[in-house]
């Protein structure tokens, strides 16, 4: 490829720049970087997991020290992210800018202050995986291997800053475990205590869902919106399920909508389900007819 064909090549590419709004990046210097929130992620992680990553090792005697640290980093840290994301908000908004320093301080604080208690709900959703999967054999296991505890995890963390009016990096932290673990968890969506995400692959929660204490949700359920087609007209309305508590919800259901699952009730495999269900149901699908064909000896 010749030095003319790469000069025409970079021409049309610029013209394509011209007037985008939204995805490109030229001369947008206040966007939170994707790279650095992973990291942040990271950071979070062995704070509710000491010693989790590997990348320190953590010892009664220095646990103070360890922690006090990696809190540093993510004070300042965390803090610029924020900050950044806030000024782009303002900036697509045309608002005044005056203030996000100040909220962007505000925010981290708030998210450093809830740790404790987002690793206190973090020991319950541990509890009710073990409680609730035979084939676990440690809390361990669980922290290090289960793909339905990193995404409560993250989704717990996320939350605390999408209730506090963060942009983008919610959601920036929300799909980095949906790709990691094929489970995509909204950061609005509303999750109580001891949350159990068996398997995992292929489960999507709206941003409106809200979940009780005590629920246990199998691979490939979704927890939806009705009526997605309309779009941006249904920003900010409840339109997707409550789950009351002590729900269990089976392999590959579809629950639809703003909807009720009452206490106690079971969902099971396969039900596409458009309207509220009393407490202490169990909704199923007809058993299908099975038709076995013996095979013919090749001859």
């Known amino acids: 490829m010749g030095q003319n064909n790469i000069d025409k090549i970079v021409k049309d590419l610029i013209e394509t720049y011209e007037a985008d709004s939204g995805i490109n990046f030229i001369d947008t210097k206040n966007l939170p970087l994707r790279d650095r929130i992973n990291d942040i992620l990271v950071l979070l992680m062995e704070v509710i997991f000491p010693g989790y990553t590997g990348a320190k090792e953590v010892t009664i005697s220095n646990i103070s020290f360890v922690v006090g640290d990696i809190l ?7 803090a610029e992210q924020i900050e950044s994301a806030l000024l782009h908000q303002c ?3 045309k608002a005044d800018c005056a203030t996000c320093h100040i909220m962007a301080q505000e925010v981290t604080q708030h998210l450093l202050n809830q740790l404790p208690m ?14 609730g999967d035979p084939a676990a054999s440690s809390f361990e296991e669980i922290v290090l291997s289960y ?4 995404a409560i995890t993250t989704h717990r963390i996320a939350y605390e800053l999408h209730s506090k009016g963060v942009p983008l990096i919610p959601r920036i932290m929300s799909e980095r475990a949906h790709y990691e673990t094929g489970i995509d968890i909204h950061p609005g ?5 001891r949350f159990f995400i068996d398997h995992g692959t292929g489960i999507v929660i709206g941003e409106t869902a809200v979940i009780g204490n005590n629920v246990k949700i199998y691979q490939g359920v979704t927890l939806g919106a009705l009526s997605p087609a309309k779009g941006q007209s249904l920003r900010g309305v409840k339109r997707h399920p409550t789950i009351e508590d002590d729900v269990t919800i089976y392999a590959a259901a579809t629950i639809l909508g703003n909807i009720t699952i009452g206490k106690g009730s079971t969902i099971g495999g396969n039900v596409w389900i458009k309207d509220s269900v009393p407490p202490g149901v169990n909704v199923m699908m007809s058993r ?4 076995y064909i013996q095979k013919k000896d090749k001859k």
Request: proline residues 5%.
């Open 72 to 78: 540093c980093k993510l004070e300042v840290e965390l």
């Open 91 to 93: 900036r697509l908004k």
């Open 118 to 131: 987002i690793r206190s709900l973090i020991k319950t959703d541990i509890q009710a995986a073990f409680d």
């Open 147 to 150: 793909p339905g505890l990193r």
């Open 189 to 193: 969506a509303q999750i109580g205590e």
């Open 288 to 291: 299908p007819e099975l038709v």
